[in-house]
């Protein structure tokens, strides 16, 4: 059985930090892409971070500079570090592991609440 399990999210002041994990369990973890997506109350999923398994990277431009992803293989854990938080990163924030090589090969987290207050 497939599992995601996020944590780290909470309430936050406007300039603060958070660091969300993702710990994967049932999949090779080293060989799936790993990613972080938000939602925020009506709106869409969003993409935010995203990891390979040879740590290529890549951000959404409403969080560069300020967020950084890693992912710790020998843990099965993948990390975003986020700084500088502001009130619209207010969001769910969810973890999904997919396979660059089965397409629709996927799995999600049940996603962690991130609150930024002004």
């Known amino acids: 059985q497939v599992r995601l399990v996020e944590s780290g999210g909470g309430l936050v002041q406007y300039g603060g930090s958070l660091r969300l994990s993702c710990e994967a369990s049932?999949?090779?973890?080293?060989?799936?892409?790993m990613g972080w997506y938000r939602q925020a109350r009506g709106k869409q999923r969003e993409q935010v971070a995203t990891?390979?398994?040879?740590?290529?990277?890549n951000y959404a431009d409403s969080v560069k500079g300020r967020f950084t992803i890693s992912r710790d293989n020998a843990q099965n854990t993948v990390y975003m570090q986020m700084n500088s938080l502001k009130p619209e990163d207010t969001a769910v924030y969810y973890c999904?592991?997919?396979?660059?090589?089965?397409?629709?090969?996927?799995?999600w987290g049940q996603g962690t609440q991130v609150t930024v207050s002004s």
């Open positions: 999904r592991a997919y396979s660059p090589i089965i397409a629709g090969l996927e799995y």
């Open positions: 049932g999949i090779i973890f080293s060989t799936y892409k």
């Open positions: 990891i390979s398994s040879t740590n290529g990277t």
